[in-house]
Nanobody, 122 residues
Framework: QVQLVESGGGSVQPGESLRLSCVAS????????TGWFRQAPGKEREMVAA????????WYPDSIKGRFTISRDDAATTVYLQMSSLKPEDTAVYYC???????????????WGQGTLVTVSS
């Protein structure tokens, strides 16, 4: 069983940056394909970033590309989401997810963190 714990959320003003961290425990972190999702009140959950288990391939929706960067440190069993140029519409609970897969965007994630709240407002 894999456990994921997110941290780094908080309240920022538009244009500022945050870095979220997701620390994983369990077997074979290097075999995990990992993604970041977010969900705001009244909206469906959406994927904002993904990274393959080898860390070579990343994926972002067009609306995110250029502002968010996902990375991983296998030695630290940690996945990061660096967010810059934050906008009010980025306000949401952000979740880390992982599953054993060899694809950058698997169809299902089996393991989820508890979420961390990001609030962007002036």
């Amino acid at each position: 069983q894999v456990q994921l714990v997110e941290s780094g959320g908080g309240s920022v003003q538009p244009g500022e940056s945050l870095r979220l961290s997701c620390v994983a425990s369990g077997r074979s972190f290097s075999d995990l394909s990992t993604g970041w999702f977010r969900q705001a009140p009244g909206k469906e959950r959406e994927m904002v970033a993904a990274i393959s288990r080898n860390g070579v391939t990343t994926w972002y929706p067009d609306s995110i590309k250029g502002r968010f960067t996902i990375s991983r440190d296998d030695a630290a069993t940690t996945v990061y989401l660096q967010m810059s140029s934050l906008k009010p519409e980025d306000t949401a609970v952000y979740y880390c997810a992982a599953t054993y897969s060899n694809t950058v965007t698997p169809t299902r994630y089996n393991f989820w963190g508890q979420g961390t709240l990001v609030t962007v407002s002036s």
